[in-house]
Each structure stands twice: as structure tokens, then as C-alpha cells.
């Protein structure tokens, strides 16, 4: 599985198949990344919810018969609305599509369009791309159940927020790491705006201190897992 990271909470992923992944595609007014909207497409776009910083470029890059759009399913009906291809999940719910499987779970945030509609609860979202397991924890504060999520499905590959001031800050996604116990976590949400300020490195040696694995990817990185 190839995994490219976007910036922000972006990723792209393209697997054995070539099946490819797009999950909170935000490129348009990211200004740390390298990554153009015409360099991507997608088979399926994961959303974790419907914030501007994740939502993004979504009817950009999705092709109407093409794409299908997995989410919530109020940001589904609004998205399916638009004459989009949309698959509704709800929290702890899951699908299997043909590159793998789809669970929404709980995070602890709010969710609405950009033009006001209310686009259901936000979430995480754990997913197999190639049997790796991967969990992108949407924008969130820390929960206790984070420890019960890494428990069902042992996570390889941990997409946690670390920027502070919308989501955890370092401390709280350092303490998350441990309940969640992923073999390889990746920062994301950090220094996109001024807001949201905070040095990845530090994040990678506090939770090497407790045994984890980190690698801070810097926008437009590709990293191959296997
Ligand atoms: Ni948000
Ligand atoms: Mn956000």
C-alpha cells in the first residue's frame, strides 16, 4: 500500500489494485502543500466531517460516476444532493467495499458545511487499505475509548491531531498514542495555520519514550507500507 500524506488531515492511498483513497482531501488554501488537485483521484474519498479544512476540494476531485463518497449520513444526503455517488456510514457502523473496510467511530467535535447545513456528528474513521489497518481520528479531543477502538481492530497505522486549539494538543495525542497502541503513528493538523502551531518532532520523542513509533511526514511525502 502506498500512502501519501497531503497536508493537514489529507491523505491519498493507492493499493495493490491500484484502487486509490482519498481521505479529507483539504488542498485548496492549504498553504503548506506541494500537492495540486488535478494530480488526484479517487476510486472512494473518506470524510471524517464536513469542516471547510476537510471537506476541502471533494466535488473538485470526485467524478460523479466514479467516486463514491464515504460519511455520515446527513453529509451524505447533502453531498448525494449535489448529484454526487455517496456511501452513508454511521458511528460504529462499517461496510465492506471492494479495497477493504469502512468503520465510522467517535470523535469528539462538531460538523457543519461551509454554507451552514448541518452535516451530522463528526467522526474517525478506521480502514483496512491491502489488510493494514489504519485509523484517521477525524478532528478530536481525547477520549477513554480511544484504548477500546485500538482493542477491536490493532491499528497499524495511527492518524492523530496534534495541533492543539481544535483538536488535542501534543500532551493529550501523546497520552491517546498509549491507549490506542498503533505500530506507527503519523502527526497530522499542526502548523497549517497560526492557530494550530506545534513541532512534530517533539510529538515523535515523547511517544518514543513510551515505546511508540512516530514519523512526522512533511506535505506531499509518500511512504510505502507493507
Ligand atoms: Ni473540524
Ligand atoms: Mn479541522
Redesign the pocket.
Known amino acids: 500500500m502506498k500512502l501519501q500524506y497531503l497536508g493537514?488531515?489529507g491523505f491519498f492511498f493507492q493499493d495493490s489494485q491500484n484502487r486509490t483513497i482519498l481521505v479529507d482531501p483539504f488542498i485548496t488554501g492549504n498553504p503548506l502543500t506541494p500537492v495540486k488537485t488535478n494530480q488526484l483521484t479517487a476510486d472512494y474519498i473518506i470524510l471524517t466531517h464536513a469542516?471547510s479544512?476537510?471537506f476541502g476540494d471533494t466535488l473538485t476531485i470526485a467524478d460523479k460516476r466514479k467516486t463514491t463518497i464515504i460519511c455520515i449520513a446527513e453529509l451524505a444526503s447533502y453531498i448525494s444532493r449535489k448529484g454526487f455517488k455517496t456511501h452513508s456510514l454511521q458511528i460504529g457502523g462499517s461496510f465492506s467495499f471492494d479495497f477493504g473496510k469502512v468503520k465510522l467511530v467517535p470523535a469528539l467535535h462538531s460538523s457543519s458545511t461551509s454554507d451552514g447545513a448541518y452535516a451530522g456528528p463528526a467522526a474517525g474513521a478506521v480502514f483496512t487499505v491491502d489488510n493494514k489497518t489504519i485509523y484517521h481520528c477525524g478532528?478530536t479531543g481525547i477520549f477513554g475509548d480511544m484504548k477500546l477502538i485500538g482493542e477491536i481492530d490493532p491499528i497499524d497505522v495511527l492518524l492523530i491531531?496534534i495541533g492543539g486549539n481544535?483538536?488535542m494538543d501534543i500532551e493529550d495525542a501523546v497520552r491517546a498514542v498509549s491507549l490506542i497502541q498503533p505500530k506507527l503513528t503519523i502527526p497530522i493538523?499542526y502548523n497549517t495555520f497560526a492557530l494550530i502551531q506545534a513541532n512534530p518532532q517533539v510529538f515523535i520523542d515523547k511517544i518514543a519514550a513510551n515505546g511508540y513509533q512516530g514519523s512526522a511526514l512533511k506535505p506531499g511525502e509518500e511512504l510505502n507500507i507493507s
Open positions: 493537514h488531515s469542516h479544512d476537510h478532528d491531531p481544535f483538536t493538523h
